[in-house]
C-alpha cells in the first residue's frame, strides 16, 4: 500500500496580531459559507481579548499564513444551548483567562493546503499551548456542521466525542440550515 503523502515543509505557528487581519479574513471567505463567515469585527475582538488562543499556521511554502485557529477560555459550567455557542458571539462576554474549558471557536486552512494534515496539527499544537499555558484546562469544546466531514474527521482522529445537538444552529445564505453538532475532549 503506498502511504498517503504528508507534507515535510517546515511549520511554524505564531499569534495573531490585528495587522493580520486580512490574512485571517481571506482564510475565511474560502473556508466557509455566506452566513456562517464571522465578521472583521469578530476576530478582531478574539485576537484583543485572548491572543494566545488565536494561533497562524506559517510553512515554508507560502509567505502568508496558510491557516488559522481561534480560541477561548470558558468556566466548564457554561449553557451551551445558550447564546455562548452562537456565531458573532462576543468572547468579551464569555472569556475568562482562568476558565477551565478551551473553547475553539473557529478554524481554516486554505483550500490548496487542505487533506496534508495541517488542520489536525493546528489544533493539536493550540491544545497543547493552551493546556501548557493555562495548566487549569482540562477541557476542549467545539462546534461542527454534519456538512462539514473533513472538520469532523479531524476531531474525531483527535478523539473528541459527540455530547450535544442543537438544530438549524448554522445558517448558510440561501440553503438549508444545518445542525450543529457539539464535540468535547476531555484532556
Ligand atoms: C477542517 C479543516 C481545517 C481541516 O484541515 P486539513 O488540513 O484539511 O485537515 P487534515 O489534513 O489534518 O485532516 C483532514 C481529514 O479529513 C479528511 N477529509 C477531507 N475531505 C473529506 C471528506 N469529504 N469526507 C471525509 N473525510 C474527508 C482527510 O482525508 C483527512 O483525513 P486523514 O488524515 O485520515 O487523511 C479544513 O478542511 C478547512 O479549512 N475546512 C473548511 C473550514 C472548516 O470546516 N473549519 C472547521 C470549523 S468547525
Request: charged share 25%; aromatic share 8%; net charge positive.
Amino acid at each position: 500500500m503506498i502511504a498517503k503523502e504528508r507534507t515535510r515543509t517546515l511549520m511554524h505557528f505564531r499569534q495573531a496580531t490585528t495587522g493580520d487581519l486580512d490574512m485571517i479574513l481571506a482564510i475565511e471567505n474560502q473556508s466557509f459559507k455566506n452566513g456562517i463567515k464571522e465578521s472583521p469585527q469578530v476576530f478582531l475582538e478574539r485576537i484583543e481579548v485572548f491572543p494566545e488562543g488565536f494561533l497562524l499556521l506559517e510553512t515554508d511554502e507560502s509567505a502568508d499564513p496558510i491557516g488559522y485557529i481561534c480560541s477561548e477560555l470558558w468556566s466548564s459550567k457554561k449553557d451551551l444551548s445558550a447564546e455562548n455557542l452562537s456565531l458573532g458571539h462576543s468572547i468579551k462576554k464569555v472569556h475568562s483567562h482562568q476558565g477551565q474549558e478551551l473553547y475553539v471557536s473557529s478554524m481554516g486552512v486554505l483550500p490548496e493546503y487542505r487533506g496534508r494534515g495541517y488542520g489536525g496539527r493546528m489544533l493539536r499544537h493550540l491544545i497543547t499551548k493552551a493546556s501548557k499555558d493555562f495548566p487549569q484546562v482540562n477541557s476542549v469544546l467545539l462546534i461542527v456542521s454534519e456538512k462539514w466531514p473533513a472538520a469532523r474527521k479531524t476531531y474525531l482522529k483527535l478523539g473528541f466525542e459527540q455530547v450535544d445537538l442543537i438544530p438549524a444552529f448554522f445558517q448558510p445564505v440561501g440553503l438549508k440550515s444545518e445542525p450543529g453538532i457539539v464535540m468535547k475532549k476531555m484532556l
